[in-house]
Each structure stands twice: as C-alpha cells, then as structure tokens.
C-alpha cells in the first residue's frame, strides 16, 4: 500500500456572499477531491490549537503528527535546516521577510512577492552593511529570507506579528516585544536592526528599479517566529513508513529535514500560482517508488487568500484539483490510499489564518465509505471521522 497527502495550503475557507453563500471549495469544481470523499471518509481536523501561532508550520506540523509543544521551536530553525544551516546551540533563526511599508503602514508581507533575484540582491547589500559575528542573512526563496543571530546574550523569548496577518497595521505598534526580561536586549537589538534596515533598502538600486517598474519596493526587513534547533523523532520511526515531502516552500522541507523524510524539489514549483502543478504529480508518482508516503504540498492557494483575490483562489483550487491530484489519480498505478486537506483556512475576507478546524477526506481499501459525497467545509462536518486532533489523522491514514 502507498499514502499521499495532497494538502492545499490555505485552502479552507468561510461562506461568501459573493458566492450566494457558498465557500470557496463549494463554489470551486473540484471531482478529484470530492471523489476522495465520496469513496472515502470525512471529517475535521484540528491544526492550530490555542497557545500556538496560527502558521503554516505548526499547521502542517500537526498534519504530520507530531508534537507541538515538544517538537515546535518556530518558524527560522525549520528554515534554517532546509537551507542547509546547522544551528548552534547559542544560534537563533528568525524568519525574515521582506515586506513593503508605506507611511508607517505594513502594505504587503511579500514586498509584491519580490523575486529571487531581487530578494538576494536585497539580502546580501543587508548583509554587506549589518552583517557581523553576531548579524547573519541568509537568502531564501522571494521575500522569505533569514536572519540568525549567534551569542548566549540572545533570547528567542519574544512577542511577534506574523507579517501575512498583519497587513495594514502600524509598523511601530507592531514590532518585537520581550516574552521574559532575558528577552529585553533582543528585542531591542532586532527592533533596532529592522529600523536601519528602511533606509539602506529603501535607497537600494534594485528597490529603485522596483518602483521605476511599477513594483512595490521591498524596504523593510520583518523578522519573525525566532527559535533554537528543535528535536523530532525521525518519521520512520514514528509510524514506520519511509517518506517523502514535495512542496516549494523552505518550511516544509525543514519540517522534512527534521523527521528525516526526503525532500525533492521540483523544478517550476514557485510557491504561486504559476507553479509547476502536473511536475509536482509526477515526481509524487517517482517518489513513491521508493517510499511509502509522500506528502505534496501546494502553496499558492495560501498566498491568493492572502492576497484576498477569491478569483485566484478558486482558480488555484480546480488548478490543483485537477492538475495536481487529477493529474496523480490518472497515471499512479498501484494501491494507494489518500487524503485531501489544508493545513488551516485562509478566508479571502479576513487574509489571514484562522484555528477553524479543517475538512479532511481520506480514502483507501481500509475505509468504509461515509455518507459525505463533496469535499468541502460544510459537507465534511458530517463525516464519519468527527473532529480528528494530534496524530489521528496519520494514523487514520496508515491503518495504525
Ligand atoms: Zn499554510
């Protein structure tokens, strides 16, 4: 038997009056996912329980099965570990975003999805001008970027605004506060840090460039959910089954790079909506080969919902629908049991995530098929698997 997560990031949604009342997944034409629910069973998911930060990390952490409160240290380390950097016990990775601030206000959390090419260009002149024993950028992938601090005089006891939920809010109001007074001079440090920033971006030929183009300038350095390397038990250890991650993101693989899945990149996966979605596809039906599991993330739809284009999000939806598992469905050969599911809601309303539980289908041989016919919000409440939380999904999937 082989398993596959098909998670589509940010997927779920709320009821739209655009929609006469319907949520996105409603409103999109989905037959694959809701093929998996109609031959399967249905249910609801818990990834973002209170008391931790409603992100993509600990969302798809949970999905995963693993443990918050011991396996999550923030968002830097697990980015940190996909870029290949290996963290120092006295080490602390902040996520770094470039984001575009206009009078005071946080405009955009991507700098207008800022390229690589710019991306780098901005981060190394940062690096250039603050880097030291101390001061560390690192390029990532567009406006996701990192920072990591080195000393025992650092805390990564801090208080943050998660950029993507913070869109026109004042920057000022908004920046790091100390968890603990260990936490004081970090804060200060990092606060001071993102000030001088402004300026040395703001006057960067790229960020002139940008705005000559229409762009928006990326001037403004946000770092965010800073941790210490973070301890998992490998995945094959835990369930037994060797797996494999496919996705864009570096998150994502430095969640892999920590259970020891293998992590392949496919060429054309941007992270947006012109992602390679049928390359995913095929590089799921490859891995398989050789592991048992493979989980493929797809991110666009988490940045439209973000970006509010409801038009966009349901097209990313039927794009991964049926470019994406359509495409997997049609040409895998073999035993497979699957499940559809995002790692937590963005609803186009609001931009930003919510602890709503999620809709989740799975079907395999091992599943009796519920009553549940569509794979959406509404339909999944009603199925058979109830409200899942912790590991019980994975094991639902695996049979364990
Ligand atoms: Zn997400």
Redesign the pocket.
């Known amino acids: 038997m082989k398993y596959i997560i098909f998670l589509g ?2 997927m779920a949604d709320e009821p739209m009056e655009e929609l006469d009342g319907k949520t996105p997944l409603q409103a999109a034409f989905t037959p694959n996912m809701d093929s998996i629910a109609r031959k399967g069973q249905s249910g609801t998911f818990l990834t973002l329980p209170e008391g931790f930060p409603t ?2 990390d600990v ?2 952490l949970s999905v995963l099965g693993y443990d918050l409160a011991t396996c999550y240290t923030g968002r830097g380390p697990l980015e940190s570990a996909s870029q290949g950097i290996d963290l120092a016990p006295n080490q602390i990775a902040f996520r770094c975003n470039l984001i575009t601030v206009r009078e005071g206000i946080l405009e955009d959390y991507s700098g207008g999805h800022v390229s690589n090419e710019d991306a780098r260009a901005l981060i190394y002149a940062l690096q250039e001008a603050f880097g030291s024993d101390e001061v560390c950028f690192y390029p990532g992938v567009s406006y996701r970027n990192l920072l990591i601090l080195t000393g025992e005089k650092f805390s990564e006891d801090l208080k943050y605004a998660k950029p993507d939920s913070s869109q026109d809010m004042k920057v000022d109001k908004i920046l790091l506060k100390p968890k603990s007074k260990a936490a004081k001079y970090t804060a200060e440090f990092v606060n001071d840090l993102t000030r001088r920033s402004c300026a040395l971006l703001e006057n960067h030929p790229t960020n002139m460039r940008r705005l000559k183009d229409g762009e928006p300038a990326a001037n403004l350095i946000w770092p965010w959910s800073p941790g210490k390397k973070p301890n998992f038990i490998p995945f094959e250890e835990k369930y037994g089954k060797k797996g494999a991650v496919i996705s864009a993101v570096d998150v994502i693989f430095g969640i892999a790079f920590f259970a020891r899945m293998e992590q392949i990149k496919v060429p054309g996966a941007t992270g947006f909506i012109d992602t390679n979605y049928e390359g995913k596809a095929e590089a799921a039906i490859r891995a398989l080969e050789k592991n048992d599991f493979v989980y493929l993330h797809v ?1 666009a739809i ?1 940045e439209v919902g973000h970006l509010g284009k409801l038009d966009l999000k349901i097209k990313a939806i039927e794009d991964f629908d049926r470019r994406c598992i359509g495409h997997f469905l049609k040409h895998f050969k073999g035993d497979l049991t699957s499940a559809v599911l ?3 809601p ?1 609803p186009v309303k609001k931009r930003k ?1 919510t602890r709503t539980p999620v809709p989740v289908s799975i079907c395999g041989p091992a599943l009796k098929p519920d009553a549940v016919l569509m794979y959406d919000e509404v339909a999944c409440l009603k199925g058979a698997l109830g409200l899942m939380k912790g590991d019980q999904l994975m094991r639902r999937l695996f049979g364990l």
């Open positions: 990031d940010g992100s993509s969302a798809n991110e988490d995002p790692d937590h963005v995530h």
